[in-house]
C-alpha cells in the first residue's frame, strides 16, 4: 500500500492501532464462514466516530476499497476483505456511552457485544431483546449491519424493531446521524435502510438502542416427538390457537445428540425437540404454559417437561445456543445454512431436506427458529473426501431452492454477504435488483464500501439479470478470495 496512504491512516487512528505486518492482517481474512478468505492490505481500528471517519476520508481521497467489521462471528462472508483493500475494524470501539432507563433507550458503541448491553442495564430491571446465539462474543454493529434476530425474536422481534437511530460514517468520511431517540422523525425511513444493508452504505459508528423491561416471569419448557413433522405441526397449532410465546426453537436427533455431548442439558431421546418459553405476568404464563403442553401432547409429544429452577433453564438454552459449535464432534465439517419458510411449511421442508440427505449422501443437522421458520440446516461432510466440499454447498443451494419454493427467503438473518450473493436473482426480480442497486450507488458512488457483497456481480456469479453494473472495485483480488 502506497506510504502516503498509511502515513494518513496513522495520522487518523494512531500509529500503532495500524497494522500491515502480515500475520497481524492475516487473522481478519475470514468472518464466522472460513470457506471465503482475503488478506487485506492494511487494518485500522479506531476508537471513535471521529477517528473512523478521518480513515474512511483517507481511503476515499485514494479510491481504496473498505470493509467494516466487528467481532468476525458472521456466517455469510459480509466481513471477508478485499485483497489490496483495508478492514476498519470497530472492536476497540466498546464503550456504552448512555443509559436512559426513564425514555427506556442505551446509546453505544458498535463493539459492544449484544450481552454486554443487557448486562449494563440489568440493574434498572430491563434488557435488550435481540438475542443471536452468538449473542456473548457478537458486535451491536454486526447486528445492525445484518439486522439479526435470534431465540426470541418470535416475541420481541429483530434489531430493526430495537435501534432507533444511529451515527453513521459515509463512503466519503461524513458523519451523518439517522434515526433519533424520539418514536418517529420526519423524511425518508434512511435507517430502515441502512439497518440490515450489510456494510455495503457506510460504517455504523453509534447505535441508540431500544430497551425492555425485563418480564416478571418467565418458565422453559421442553416437548420431546418422535418426528420432525410432528414438532413442526405442534409450532403450528401453538402460534395458530393466538399463543405468542417469547420463543420456540427445534432440534432434530443429530444436533440433540451433539449439544448433549458438549453441555449435558438432560435432553431426552427423541427425533426433534422443542424449546419453548414463556414470558409476561405469573398467571397469564402459566394459562398458557398449560396450553402449550396440551397441544404438543395432542401434536404426538410424547414427554413435556418444565425447567424447574433457572439453573436448568439456562442449562437448556446453553445446550441451544452451542449446537452450532457442538456440530464439531459429529463432523469434521459442516456447512451453516440459513433460510426461512412459513411455519405452516416446516413439515415439507424438513421431509424435503431429507429427500436431499439421501441424494447426496450426506447428513444435516436441523437446528432452527421455528416460531417464526428461519432454518439453520447443517450441511455435514468431510473436507479432506475428494468433491464432499462442492457437493455440500450444492446441497445447501437446493435447500435454499426448496424454502424458496414454499414461499420462503434466502436468508433470515446472516444476511446474504458474499456467500449468497448469486442466489438473490432467484428471489428478485432484475428490477428490483436495479432498485437495490441505485440505493447503494446514491450512498456510496465510487463502489468503496464492503464492495462484492450483497448484490450479484457477473464476475461471482456470471451474467445475472437487471441493469446491474458493478464498479471495477468491487471484482478487483476476486479470484484471490475464491
Known sequence: MDAAVLDGLRAAVGASAVLTEPAAVRAYECDGLTGHRAVPAAVVLPLTTEQAAAAVRVLHRARIAFVARGSGTGLSGGAVAITEGVVVCLARMRSVLAVDIANERATVQPGVTNLAVSEAVAQHGYFYAPDPSSGSVC???GNVAENSGGAHCLKYGFTLHHVCGVTMVTAA????RLGGAVPDTPGYDLLGVVVGS???LGIVTEVILRLVPRPPTCITTLAAFDSMESAGNAVSA???????????????RLTLEAAEAAVHAGYPDCEALLLVEVDGPDAECRTVLAAVDRICREAGGTETRVASSAAERALLWRGRRAAFAAMGRVSPDYYVQDGVIPRTRLGPVLNGIREL???YGLRVGNVFHAGDGNLHPLVCYDGHVAGESEKALELAGRILDLCLAEGGSITGEHGVGLDKACH????FSAGALAVMERVRHAFDPDGLCNPAKLLPTPRLCGEVPGPYRPHPIETAGLAERL
Request: no cysteine; proline share 6%.
Open 173 to 176: 468520511g461524513d458523519v451523518v
Open 424 to 427: 438473490m436473482p432467484k428471489m
Open 357 to 359: 440427505e439421501r441424494e
Open 139 to 141: 458486535s451491536i454493529g
Open 238 to 252: 401453538i402460534v395458530s390457537e393466538g399463543i405468542l410465546p417469547a420463543a420456540v426453537e427445534m432440534m432434530d
Open 198 to 200: 450489510e456494510g455495503t
